[in-house]
């Protein structure tokens, strides 16, 4: 059976399969339940300075072929409340990754570090939520901002620092760039795409919010685009994530130069047993192709595309 296990930025994952921030991570409980299930390494829901109920229903459209439209608006406990779920995960002996969102340097900055102190592997920064007012894409589009962001949250911690950056830019890629400069020690591609679904009866848009992220199925060869020309531009990891249920698009994205994976939209449709689906499948297409380990693997379609 092939070895799946990965050095991420200085930090060992048995496999390389991540929950993604927003689902499934909301408490301890759950967090757990992903890692119990197999998971490589569970992200945190994105936390905030303070608790947000976040938008009215409608809050998400289920596309049973392709894929979710969802806009949550980042409803979270708020820091303060949030680490004792993070602290039961620990204590389940799951490698923890916390997520966190803000609206400036300082922001990030304050919950980086306050995420810390639970004893978290890494913290991500939520960089592209695509429609929260304030927050996500709205500061994390321009490659001075991602910059600055960074750079001010890896002043302000010790752990490494994972950028996750929007596909809703002229050049994601420029974005990934901009993180490595900050100090990031990994960046993740991508969030959602923003998108939008009408219901023609009421006239009006079918999430309460409007506007809102697409993932799945759908946004696979999205993702697949992005990771391909950030693993050309930066020399730090890529975590891919975007639309993968099989071991088969894992096994694309890694040769596209993701050297460890989220897996979102799977999860909301399969539960978290998919994480177990997911490494047996993947070693079997590692094995298929005599592959021993996984690492020998990242990157490997560039080689023959120059
Ligand atoms: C939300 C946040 C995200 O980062 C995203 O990609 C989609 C939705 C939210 O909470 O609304």
């Known amino acids: 059976m092939a070895d799946l296990g990965v050095r991420l930025a200085g930090v ?23 890692w119990n299930a197999g998971a490589g ?13 976040g938008y009215p229903n409608p ?24 680490p004792r779920e993070i602290e039961a995960a620990r204590r389940a002996g799951a490698t923890v990754i916390g ?5 400036d340097e300082e922001e990030f900055a304050r919950l980086a570090h ?18 929260a007012e304030g927050f996500g894409t709205e500061v994390g589009s321009e490659p001075e901002d991602v910059e600055r962001i960074v750079r001010a949250v890896v002043r302000s911690v010790r752990v490494p620092v994972i950028a996750k950056i929007t596909p809703n830019a002229a050049d994601p890629a420029g974005l990934a760039e901009a993180a490595e400069r900050g100090g990031a020690a990994a960046v993740s591609a991508i969030n959602t795409l923003r998108a939008l679904a009408i219901d023609v009866t009421l006239r009006r848009p079918v999430l309460a919010h409007g506007l809102g992220g697409l993932s799945g199925a759908a946004i696979k060869p999205v993702g697949l685009a992005c990771v391909w020309q950030i693993y050309r531009r930066v020399k730090i990891p890529v975590i891919g994530v975007g639309g993968i249920r099989t071991g088969l698009d894992a ?25 177990g689906r997911l490494n047996q499948e993947l070693s079997d297409r590692l094995d298929q192709l005599g592959i021993a380990r996984l690492e020998d693997a990242v990157g490997a379609a560039h080689a023959a595309h120059l």
């Open 12 to 34: 060992a994952l048995r496999n390389p399969f991540l929950l993604a921030s927003g689902i499934w991570g909301e408490s301890g409980a759950s967090l757990s339940g992903a």
């Open 41 to 53: 390494g569970v992200i945190t829901k994105s936390i905030g300075s303070t608790p947000r109920p």
């Open 59 to 82: 809050t998400i459209e289920v596309y049973e072929t392709w894929g979710l439209l969802n806009a949550m608006g980042l409803p979270n406990p708020g820091i303060d409340e949030y």
């Open 99 to 103: 997520s966190v969102f803000g609206g």
């Open 114 to 131: 306050q995420i810390e102190a639970t004893g978290v592997a890494a913290v991500e920064l939520n960089l592209s939520c695509p429609h």
């Open 251 to 275: 096994l694309e994205y890694i040769m596209a130069g993701a050297r460890a994976l989220q897996v979102g939209t799977a999860i909301t449709f399969g539960g978290v047993a998919v994480f």
